[in-house]
């Protein structure tokens, strides 16, 4: 154990270094908020020709680079529940390039079933929080999250990286969330955005549960509501809803998270 693992575990000086690094977080986070704003700028994928974007980039990522999905002649990555989601991207605006794209699947009626009750049915244990419980103009889930790999994390020029949406290589105390990209964090606070100004009150997800952990030092809680299965990689099922979303978020982060509501409001009106 490294020496300022061994002082967090210390009564006392534990409690204060952990509030040292918790005013740094938020200090460095306002950064990341005015960062963002200068090179990222989320949008709402509200016309023909920008969701043929996003379905570029999910076929660029999940087809081209990650082979989950078997490469298709137009390009184009698209899948049933496209008919029912609502669409996000974040663009570089140096480079005036989409990096990244997420969705949120919404339902009408049981017809429209969300991707986590289709292809992980017995996933989720938590009964109580089961998508059938709520109504389903009330559930939602953040799907075909996409990050372009010209836009991630590079080991090479640590401070400038967030000009191509990524957090310094260092580390915040114990929480590697530096090491965190603005994208990802932007896409999740984009799809937070896009369920509280819908109406969707009960969000689910299913990830990697190493990500779920990064996600929780900028106060994004996700509630793990089973056990981890091999689904793409190693994921397991998540639910958020908005409260638990606006109450833990780190004050920091607040800012970066108001400003992509107000570009993503822009677009849902």
């Known amino acids: 154990m490294n020496w300022s693992k061994k002082l967090l575990n210390v009564p006392v000086v534990g409690a204060i270094t952990k509030r040292i690094a918790s005013m740094k977080v938020n200090h460095d986070a306002m950064d990341i908020a005015e960062h963002f704003t200068q090179f990222l700028k989320p949008e709402i994928a509200n016309t023909d020709e920008l969701r043929d974007e996003v379905f570029r980039i999910r076929h660029n990522v999940y087809c081209e680079e990650l082979a989950y999905e078997k490469v298709k002649d137009g ?8 008919a029912h989601s609502i669409f996000a991207m974040i663009k570089h605006k140096p480079s005036d390039t989409y990096t990244s794209c997420v969705r949120m699947v919404i339902s009408a009626n049981e017809s429209e079933l969300l991707p986590i009750e289709k292809y992980c049915p017995n996933v989720i244990q938590n009964k109580e929080l089961h998508p059938s419980n ?14 372009k790999a010209d836009f991630r994390r590079r080991k090479i020029d640590k401070f400038k ?3 191509v949406g990524t957090i310094n290589e260092p580390t915040y105390s114990e929480t590697e969330l530096r090491c965190f990209p603005f994208i990802a964090i932007g896409l999740y606070m984009i799809g937070a955005s896009i369920s509280i100004k819908t109406g969707v009150k009960h969000v689910y997800v299913m990830m990697e549960p190493r990500l779920a952990r990064s996600l929780r030092f900028v106060g994004i809680n996700f509630i793990q509501l089973g056990e981890a299965i091999d689904y793409h990689g190693l994921r397991a099922p998540y639910y958020i809803n908005p409260t638990i979303f606006m109450e833990n978020l ?20």
């Open 75 to 82: 390009g184009k990555e698209q899948d049933e529940f496209d």
């Open 134 to 147: 709520f109504p389903r103009h009330e559930v939602g889930e953040i799907s075909r999250l996409a990050v």
């Open 161 to 163: 990286g967030s000009a």
């Open 250 to 269: 780190t004050p920091g982060f607040k800012c970066l998270y108001k400003e992509i509501e107000r570009e993503i409001g822009k677009g849902l009106k």
